[in-house]
Each structure stands twice: as C-alpha cells, then as structure tokens.
C-alpha cells in the first residue's frame, strides 16, 4: 500500500480482518457452547448420584453383589464428577461467563444457557 492511499489494497485488508474476526465469533461461540456441557454433566450426575444412593438405602441395595455394583456406579459418576469440575474451573480460566449471547441460548431451544 502507498502512502498516497491504497485504496484497493485497504478494502482488502478490511476483507481479511473482518473475515478473521467473524472465524473468531464462530470458534468463540462453539467454545462457549462446548463449555456449557459441564453444568449439563452435572445435572445428570446429581440424578445418578442420588438414585444410587437411595437404592443403596432400600432392601434392594443391601442384597449382595447389588450393592458392590452400585457403590461402582457411584465411584464412576465421582470420576465424572471431577473431570466436569476441572472443565467448570477451565471455564471460568477462559473467562467464559454466566451470560449467554443469542446463540447460546438458540443451542438450548430457545432458553438461556445454563449458569455454571
């Protein structure tokens, strides 16, 4: 470009920022929206977990052999657990908030995206 003005080179160099800045909201988009699935992890877990344990409460979940599979069901969801937590703090390293942008709430039907 000319320091006369380059006005052909300028609107190419406008097309190219401003393409690399959409590739940009795309992947952030898609990151959020991937990053949203821990609260989703964890809200099943919170069903698993505790339906374990109220079978374990029951004369069901004292018969043996029942009850060693399910203390292995809540071993399992424990190491889901954590591995949702580590995305959840990765989340927040990332600086991705609670406030969801339109997309987001288009990726959860119409409702806003979960909190975390």
Do not use: C, Y
């Amino acid at each position: 470009m000319a320091a006369t003005g380059d006005t052909a080179g300028a609107a190419i160099l406008h097309a190219l920022v401003e393409a690399w800045w959409q590739e940009q909201q795309a992947w952030d988009a898609a990151l959020r929206q991937t990053m949203m699935a821990n609260h989703e992890i964890n809200n099943a877990l919170v069903g698993v977990s505790g339906n374990v344990q109220l079978l374990l409460m029951s004369a069901a979940g004292r018969q043996p052999g029942i009850r060693e599979r399910l203390e292995v069901v809540l071993r399992e969801a424990g190491r889901v657990e954590r591995a949702a937590r580590g995305l959840g703090e990765r989340k927040a390293q990332l600086g991705i908030g609670s406030s969801p942008t339109p997309n987001e709430e288009d990726a959860f039907g119409g409702h806003a995206a979960p909190a975390a």
